[in-house]
C-alpha cells in the first residue's frame, strides 16, 4: 500500500486519482480517507485528487503517544504528503478538522496552498465555552478508550449536527458510522485529546487571518450550529473568502449534499485557476459611521 513519510517518520496512507492541477483532501475527525470518494470521483476527470488518512486513523500509522497529535502535527501532515508525491503546491478541501488544518497551511505556509476549501469550519472556537469543550474532548478520548469505537460510534450517531444526514440519506448515514466503528479507539482518542483539545481557536488569531490572501471558499450547513459563527468570523477577516451555507444540512457536507459540494467547489477552483477570485475590493465595504 502506498504510504507518505512524515518527519517523525509516521507513515500515512494515501490513495491518488487522475491528473490535472492537483487537488488534497483533509478528512473529519469521524472520518477517513474513503469519506472523499464522492469528491475524488468527480474531481479526477480534470484533476490529480489524493487523499490521505490522517495519523492514528489506519491504514495510516497509529502512534501511541498523544504528544505526536497537535494541530502542528496534522496540518504539516499534510505538507509530508505532498512532498512525497513531489506537489510543490495544491488546492486543499478540508472538512471540520481537515479545513481547521487546510487553514493552518495558509497561514503557515501559504505558499503551497493554491486554494482552501473550508467546509464545516470552527466547531470548538467560542472562546466563551472554550474550557468547557476541551473538558469534553477529554472526556470523549477517555469514553474511546474506555468502550471502543464500535460502541461510540453507536452512542454518537444522532448527534445534533449529523441528525440532517440521517434524514436525508439513511443509508449514507449507517455506512459513516459503520465506518467509524471501525476506527483505531486509540487512534481517536489520541486525536480528540490532542488535536481537538488542544488546538488554537480561530478567534485569536485574527491578524495572522487578516494576512492570509489564499483564496478560500468557506462552506456551512445552515443546521451545524457550532460551525455558523465560525464560518461568519472567517468571511469577515479572511482578505480572500466567499461564503456558502448549504440549506436544511448539517455537518458532513461532503457526503450530505454531494452534489451541490462538487458544484460549488469546482466553480470555485476554476475561478481560482482563472485568476478569477480576488481580495474583496475595498469598494464593497461599508464604511464605519463617523
Not at 467546509?119 to 478520548?141: H, I, K, T, Y
Request: hydrophobic share 40%; charged share 20%.
Amino acid at each position: 500500500m502506498p504510504h507518505a513519510t512524515t518527519k517523525d517518520n509516521v507513515r500515512l496512507y494515501f490513495e491518488e486519482a487522475g491528473s490535472g492541477s492537483p487537488i488534497i483532501f483533509l478528512h473529519e475527525f469521524a472520518a477517513d480517507h474513503t469519506n472523499w470518494e464522492p469528491q475524488l470521483r468527480y474531481f479526477s476527470r480534470g484533476h490529480r485528487c489524493i487523499a490521505y488518512s490522517a495519523r492514528g486513523y489506519t491504514p495510516s500509522d497509529v502512534p501511541p503517544n498523544a504528544d505526536v497529535y497537535t494541530y502542528k502535527h496534522f496540518y504539516t501532515d499534510a505538507l509530508a504528503v505532498l512532498d512525497h508525491l513531489g506537489i510543490a503546491k495544491a488546492h486543499f478541501i478540508g472538512l471540520s478538522m481537515g479545513s481547521y488544518s487546510s487553514l493552518q497551511v495558509a497561514l503557515n505556509a501559504p505558499e503551497r496552498a493554491l486554494s482552501m476549501t473550508l467546509a464545516a469550519v470552527g466547531s470548538g472556537s467560542s472562546l466563551e465555552n472554550l474550557d468547557a469543550f476541551r473538558a469534553q474532548c477529554r472526556a470523549n478520548a477517555e469514553q474511546y478508550e474506555a468502550i471502543g469505537s464500535v460502541e461510540v460510534a453507536k452512542v454518537t450517531r444522532e448527534a445534533p449536527s449529523r441528525i440532517p444526514f440521517l434524514l436525508k440519506d439513511p443509508r449514507g448515514h449507517a455506512d459513516f458510522y459503520a465506518a467509524l466503528a471501525r476506527h483505531d479507539a486509540k487512534g481517536s482518542a489520541n486525536t480528540m485529546r490532542s488535536f481537538q483539545g488542544g488546538r488554537t481557536s480561530i478567534y485569536t488569531m485574527t491578524e495572522t487571518i487578516r494576512r492570509a490572501a489564499t483564496p478560500a471558499l468557506i462552506l456551512c450547513g445552515d443546521e451545524d450550529d457550532n460551525c455558523i459563527a465560525p464560518s461568519m468570523f472567517l468571511k469577515k477577516h479572511l482578505p480572500a473568502a466567499g461564503l456558502a451555507f448549504f440549506p436544511k444540512s448539517g455537518h458532513v457536507l461532503n457526503l450530505e449534499e454531494p452534489a451541490l459540494f462538487n458544484e460549488m467547489v469546482e466553480r470555485f477552483i476554476a475561478l481560482v485557476e482563472a485568476g478569477r477570485w480576488p481580495v474583496r475590493d475595498p469598494r464593497s465595504l461599508i464604511a464605519a459611521p463617523v
